[in-house]
């Protein structure tokens, strides 16, 4: 599946390890990064990394858990001006 580069990839999940380097990965390859996870204090760091290195990324605090919080996470995702691309 071809993903158009200045496609957005909402990543939920976007901890420490393993949701961090998938966000800077893309992020990297040009997509606009959405990162959500629960303790939405922690996203500052990863979210200054990928801006360092010329990415686009937007954070918020998700619990996936709530449906309401991942309803408007992924429309926010779905709001932006970067073409729909893939949910991890």
Do not use: W
Not at 50 to 59: D, K, L, P, T, Y
């Amino acid at each position: 599946m071809a993903i158009q580069r200045n496609a957005s990839v909402a990543v939920i999940g976007a901890g420490d390890y393993i949701g961090a380097a998938i966000a800077r990965k893309f992020a990297a390859e040009g997509f606009t990064v959405f990162v959500g996870r629960r303790n939405g204090e922690k996203l500052a760091p990863l979210l200054a990394d990928i801006e360092a290195f010329g990415g686009r990324a937007i954070g918020r605090k998700l619990d996936a858990r709530v449906a309401e919080d991942l309803t408007a996470f992924l429309g926010e995702a779905e709001r932006s001006r970067a073409p729909r691309g893939l949910y991890i």
